[in-house]
């Protein structure tokens, strides 16, 4: 295991600097693998953006069966995500696993141009989440592996940049074609499927193969033993589990949010899925600003203090305030948590655990977060039933404060000490 502390620089770091100090700050894998999110966030979101309107309002779904469908949305893809960092490592080849998850999204979206009913829709949504799961921790493992240490913030930033543009264009692009073809969700679904074929196809031509154990090897260290799961019980990884865990409990699903929103009155049902757009520019936005802060003052103090801008965006969907000021501060804070905590969490998670183990430490963080907001939208949804939405985001609201206020008394260390990359 190679450790270093960053208040008191070793020889290995000064190597470790060396080896890196060509390498620019945001380099050609971070630019690729940011488009090809972008251009399969296009075909998800587009898809993804009506769902919750669509199953409480047309399908007639309760609150506690919504927050249970929510739930699975959500956590499907924890089920696989430690597997695909497994493969990931094991193989040493994170470009070709990651693009097994994108090429099995793109699978679901053909079949989704013939799903129909509840059951043919779900299936399809969870091959869907099933090839994001196994995505995501290999292609943030190669941000990773690519990017020098004191860049992460920046890098994670700029690659959830360029994803967020997709996420925003997604909606904008299913309200235009709906508003130019009345009930042309066929050409919709298309659409989509282009999109994510298109993203496939640059990772499969254009991506580079990059390999953490090569990378190692090329820069003439020690070379780093095969993965083995006790890797992953790291002593620095298991605070970081432990506050994502907590705080991932108290995180409510968006949808609920925008259900909250129309709630609270004079919002037309019909801008519903411009609600993820408003979002999505707020973290586009932010993305880069806060990496680059995160890199600066600490990416675990960033990671927990931004839970206190969902605590926001909770308020803000309930209090008696107009609609057009809770509309804008609900989806700016919003926004701003998204730029705090997902991209920030893979950029430390990457650091904590022996480079042979970088995917499975990165996969096993956004599992505990993933399978934690499953839960919390099965619960919240119940909570709703039991309190109404106003009762139950306070509730959640005033839960995590006290939460924030714990984690941050515990987060020192763990932007004290990382793996040498």
């Not at 000064?14 to 390498?23: F, P, Q, V, Y």
């Not at 080849?93 to 998850?101: C, E, N, Q």
């Not at 969902?310 to 501060?329: D, F, R």
Request: a positive charge.
């Amino acid at each position: 295991m190679y450790i270093t502390v960053r208040d008191r620089p070793t020889s290995d770091d000064k190597a470790a600097s060396s080896r890196t100090a060509t390498r620019p700050p945001v380099g050609r894998v971070v630019i690729v693998l940011g488009i090809v999110s972008l251009l399969t966030d296009v075909s998800s979101e587009s898809v993804s953006a009506i769902l919750p309107l669509y199953l409480t309002m047309v399908v007639g779904l309760s609150p506690v069966a919504y927050g249970l469908v929510d739930g699975l949305y959500q956590g499907v893809s924890a089920l696989v995500r430690l597997g695909g960092g497994w493969l990931s490592d094991a193989s040493d080849r994170p470009k070709w696993v990651a693009f097994l998850g994108y090429g099995l999204s793109a699978v679901a979206r053909i079949f989704l141009l013939f799903a129909s009913g509840a059951a043919g829709i779900a299936a399809v949504v969870t091959a869907d989440r099933i090839g994001k799961g196994i995505r995501t921790a290999p292609r943030d493992a190669m941000i990773s592996t690519s990017t020098p240490s004191e860049h992460l913030g920046r890098a994670f930033g700029v690659h959830r940049m360029l994803d967020t543009i997709g996420a925003a264009l997604g909606p904008l692009i299913a309200f235009g074609l709906l508003m130019l073809v009345p009930d042309g969700y066929p050409v919709v679904l298309v659409v989509s499927l282009a999109f994510a074929l298109a993203g496939v196809a640059l990772l499969g031509l254009l991506g580079p193969d990059v390999r953490a154990r090569r990378e190692k090897e090329k820069a003439a260290g020690p070379t780093p033993p095969p993965f083995q799961w006790r890797d992953l019980a790291d002593r620095r990884l298991r605070p970081l589990l432990v506050i994502s865990g907590v705080l991932g409990l108290l995180t409510v699903g968006d949808g609920f949010i925008y259900l909250a929103l129309l709630d609270h009155g004079g919002v037309n049902v019909s801008w519903f899925p411009l609600f993820y757009v408003g979002t999505n520019l707020a973290y586009l936005l932010l993305a880069v600003p806060i990496g680059r802060m995160a890199d600066r003052i600490g990416r675990a103090r960033i990671l927990v203090v931004g839970h206190l801008a969902l605590v926001g965006a909770y308020l803000c969907a309930v209090l008696p305030t107009s609609t057009a000021a809770a509309t804008i501060g609900t989806l700016a804070l919003l926004g701003t948590f998204y730029a705090a905590t997902d991209g920030v969490i893979a950029a430390i998670a990457g650091r904590l655990v022996p480079v042979q183990a970088r995917t499975s430490g990165i996969a096993a963080a956004q599992t505990v977060v993933a399978v934690a907001r499953m839960l919390a939208s099965a619960g919240f949804g119940l909570l709703w039933f039991l309190l109404g939405p106003a009762a139950a985001m306070g509730t959640v609201a005033a839960l995590l404060v006290v939460a924030v206020l714990a984690a941050a008394t515990r987060i020192s260390r763990l932007d004290g000490a990382e793996v040498t990359p």
